[in-house]
């Protein structure tokens, strides 16, 4: 009497059960079919009134408005433009001075956060309290109040140009805005910028190299001394050689106003005052949490392997901090990027400001504008997140490893 | 005994005191400790200390000291550089209340004591009948608010509100299937759309006359004049029998049946006391408003909906029927990933386009949806977190004793999870908080609106009512911002008791 296996029950079934309607198997098919029968529903009721709306309105739909000429001027364009460009162009326009506001916001929210972190622990109490009141006052008002403080309070009160604040003589603050010396290439521009580029592109390829002998065979390699030589002694070489790159035209008070030098609105001023301090404050607490979350045992054990101070920190506490600040750190990035629309409050001509504002009044063509906007948004945002999915998947392959 | 004390090595006589140690507590404790035990503490500290000293003294110079506190124009504040309190003084109802008439004001103060009323007992964690509290505070104070902010009554009541909404969507369901038999006149796939077509319009059809009794009640009740009382008795009937036997019939029904009762009896008490049955209180219109009231009201509104919004998505996200979880994914990261100004953009210009043109909607309550739907999802993600913490033994154990999904979710897991978030919760009304006043961009006038909107009168021109202006509203967003974040820690405190060692 031989007693064989019994072939486990047939399977497919049930995937393909589980498969199409989850654990609440055909239930779960039924209400799949009548949530999708009220999105349609839901979708067509948004596309019918819309027709009908943009029938009545008068208001053709699709993209053919961007080959129009847009008819107006933009206050600060980082690509050549004027009134007779397309809103194409204007879109780039805008597009790219939410960029440049973003991008230089981020460098000084990084700077300020990181400052204003090491104040809050500092183990001198005085000074913990400043970064502790900074934090508070900052986190706790409005982004917008701030803006408009900055824009319409501060920079507002400043005196005229020809009273203007001077900075060493170089840079000169009032109320239309900040004028700094402005580069003028000169002949040997583009040696510089070839010699600059090689030298960075030599140290790194220096430092994956010194961390791969580090790695491999436990070799320690001093590389500083010729990365300092890259970066700053090849490029001096060459000017030497081929004379200065650029030199700087100083800005000079001519009747009312400047002239020479690049004059920075004042509307950019605020806005990036604004931001990188409201951001600071998010950016130190981020970072004053990470330094904390590395366990005091591990500065410890190191110094008890006979590193010194400066290697702990360096190689055991600071790469254990940064797993637990960058995540969130990219996200207050992502956030500043989010939040430099507000520049519609004051006027600066930044996305929402230049093409959901402006050309949205002029062409009406709102879905198509609206979309395009939250597009773009959406887009740095994702681009974002997937970069930093591939970051944490290579954070916890190295931690298992 | 004796001996011991005769050994040679034993000390005879009491050691000198030694000096006390340094005192490390106390104010000089922490002067020696933290301020100035080493030269670059103490550089450090002089540094500080300048600092404070020149922003901590010119602001309090300029708040009082140099502050002119009586007149009656700009004159006044011209002399001094100090803050221009007669200014405030003179915009105060102006902030506060924007262009609400002056002899209907009580109405915005009498919200805001109902509020902080139901409000206050309801943060304090001590106090009893929480469920009650925030049931109240959730569903009935924003009708309640309605009513007193906007004005205005009701023509009828639940009976006619279903009929209503029945008939709308009937006549959309038709709608849609005589748009397909006109497309089926012209199109390649002829026959298909024609059936699909005639099959959506016999479902209309049939829906029409299953709702017929409830549209022709509704007609009668119109007819009739007494419209709401009649309409409000058969809601009540139909509601607390529904109760009755959903609660478990003569057996156990009759808790729930007292409070469906009760409930309908609190509903009858606000109707006659506002007089909504005729009337109502004189209308409102929320362009009028204006001031710390839109600022309220638009955060208010913004956590009552953004909960059960942020709820929904979440569990949706963790539910494993597939449609449902990406449409909650890709919702809860579209909201997320576009800022608050351009969803503000897209209520104002947009929305006015997917809807019917006959259709409008106020411009307070266009960005009340933008504001939801934004915080919403913000708010699903917190709860995912507090979802996600909850051990799934939980809800295994809630399936072992029989419990339906439902009854698992609302009564097991859900508790759990939002207690977990309460301080995560606060965090983000925070920053809904904050985020209102961006809606003084798509033209409302709410605190920062209001202020900014006071600037331009010429009567109150002077150098420093800009500063005095910034500082009152900035001390008011402070106070609200920081008493919620104190909040916000008090509760992680509490929550956290058992962990603190």
């Known amino acids: 009497m031989s007693t064989e296996a019994r072939k486990p029950p047939a399977q497919i079934a049930l995937k393909i059960r589980r498969i199409l309607g989850g654990k609440a198997g055909w239930n779960g098919v039924a209400v799949q079919f009548a949530f999708a029968a009220i999105l349609g529903w839901i979708g067509y009721e948004i596309v019918s009134n819309a027709r009908a709306n943009l029938e009545n309105q008068h208001i053709a739909a699709g993209f053919g408005f961007l080959r129009n000429n847009a008819g107006f001027d933009v206050n ?149 001394p010729y990365v300092l030589g890259l970066l700053f002694g090849l490029p001096l070489a060459t000017m030497l050689v081929f004379g200065l790159p650029f030199t700087l035209e100083l800005p000079q008070l001519k009747g009312f106003n400047f002239a020479g030098g690049s004059r920075i609105i004042p509307e950019f001023v605020a806005l990036t005052l604004a931001l990188s301090t409201y951001t600071a404050a998010f950016i130190a607490e981020i970072v004053r949490a990470g330094i904390l979350s590395v366990h005091k045992g591990q500065m410890e054990a190191g110094s008890s392997l006979g590193l010194s101070r400066g290697a702990t920190l360096r190689l055991i506490v600071v790469p254990q901090a940064m797993r637990v600040i960058v995540p969130p750190l990219t996200n207050q990035y992502l956030n500043l990027t989010k939040n430099s629309s507000l520049a519609v409050a004051i006027g600066y001509p930044d996305l929402v400001s230049v093409w959901a504002g402006t050309s949205l009044s002029q062409t009406g063509q709102a879905i198509e504008i609206i979309a395009m906007t939250m597009g773009v948004y959406l887009l740095i945002s994702l681009l974002t997140s997937a970069i930093m999915s591939v970051y944490g998947w290579r954070v916890s392959r190295s931690l298992g490893a | 005994m004796s001996d011991i004390t005769a050994s040679a090595y034993v000390r005879q006589d009491l050691l000198t005191e030694r000096p006390a140690p340094v005192k490390t507590t106390g104010f000089i404790g922490l002067v020696r400790t933290r301020l100035l035990n080493s030269p670059t503490n103490i550089l450090i500290t002089i540094v500080s200390a300048l600092l404070l000293w020149f922003t901590i003294v010119p602001s309090v110079k300029f708040l009082f000291v140099d502050a002119v506190w009586t007149g009656t124009d700009r004159t006044a504040c011209l002399t001094e550089n100090g803050a221009c309190w007669p200014y405030i003084q003179a915009k105060l109802p102006q902030l506060i209340y924007g262009f609400y008439p002056e002899a209907e004001r009580w109405r915005v103060n009498l919200t805001f004591a109902l509020a902080a009323v139901l409000l206050v007992p309801m943060l304090v964690p001590r106090l009893p009948a929480k469920a009650i509290n925030a049931s109240l505070f959730f569903f009935a104070f924003p009708v309640v608010a ?74 009668q009740l119109e007819a009739s004049g007494q419209s709401v009382w009649t309409d409000f008795a058969i809601t009540t009937a139909v509601v607390s029998l529904i109760a009755f036997a959903l609660g478990g019939g003569v057996r156990a029904g009759w808790r729930p049946l007292a409070w469906s009762l009760a409930t309908f009896a609190a509903i009858a008490i606000v109707i006659k006391l506002m007089g909504l049955d005729h009337g109502g209180l004189s209308v409102v219109q929320t362009r009028l408003w204006g001031g710390l009231l839109v600022t309220l009201v638009v955060s208010v509104a913004g956590i009552v909906t953004s909960l059960p919004i942020g709820i929904a998505l979440a569990l949706g996200r963790r539910s494993s029927i597939p449609l449902i979880r990406i449409f909650s994914i890709a919702f809860i990261e579209f909201w997320r990933g576009v800022p608050l100004i351009t969803v503000l953009f897209f209520a104002t210009y947009m929305l006015p386009l997917f ?147």
């Open chain 2, 146 to 219: 309605f009513f007193l902010l906007h004005g205005g009554g009701i023509s009828g009541f639940g009976l006619s509100w279903t009929a209503g909404l029945l008939q709308l969507f009937d006549d959309s369901i038709i709608g849609a299937g005589q748009v397909l038999l006109n497309l089926s006149k012209t199109s390649a796939i002829a026959p298909l759309l024609w059936v699909l077509g005639s099959l959506i319009v016999l479902v209309g059809k049939a829906i029409y006359w299953l709702i017929f009794p409830l549209t022709w009640l509704r007609d």
């Open chain 1, 76 to 224: 600060q364009t980082l690509i050549p433009y004027t009134g007779s460009d397309t809103f194409l162009r204007v879109f780039v326009v805008g597009l790219l001075n939410t960029l440049v506001v973003s991008v230089v916001g981020i460098f000084f929210a990084t700077v300020l956060g990181f400052v204003v972190a090491l104040c809050r622990l500092s183990p001198n109490w005085l000074l913990s309290r400043v970064g502790e009141i900074y934090v508070e006052i900052i986190r706790n008002l409005p982004l917008l109040f701030q803006i408009l403080f900055w824009y319409l309070a501060v920079l507002a009160a400043l005196p005229n140009p020809r009273q203007s604040i001077s900075l060493l003589g170089i840079a000169f603050i009032s109320n239309r805005g900040l004028v700094i010396p402005a580069p003028i290439g000169g002949s040997g521009l583009m040696p510089f910028l070839a010699v600059l580029a090689l030298g960075i592109v030599a140290s790194l390829a220096l430092r994956i190299h010194a961390r791969r002998a580090l790695f491999q065979r436990g070799q320690v390699i001093r590389i500083w």
């Open chain 2, 355 to 501: 809807l019917p043109g006959n259709f409008t909607v106020d411009g307070l309550v266009r960005a009340l949806i933008g504001i939801a739907l934004f915080t919403g999802a913000y708010q699903a993600e917190n709860v995912r977190g507090g979802l996600a913490a909850i051990p799934r033994g939980q809800g295994e154990a809630a399936a072992a004793l029989g419990l339906s999904w439902w009854k698992t979710t609302s009564l097991i897991v859900l508790p759990q999870a939002l207690r977990h978030v309460i301080p995560n919760l606060v965090n983000s009304f925070i920053s809904l908080f904050k985020d209102t006043s961006l809606v003084s961009i798509v033209a409302l006038f709410d605190l920062l609106g209001s202020l900014r909107a006071s600037f331009a009168d010429p009567k109150w021109s002077a150098p420093s009512t800009l500063f005095t202006g910034f500082a009152f509203a900035g001390i008011i967003y402070f106070l609200f911002c920081f008493g919620m974040s104190r909040y916000s820690l008090f509760v992680e405190h509490r929550l956290n008791a058992h962990r603190r060692n």
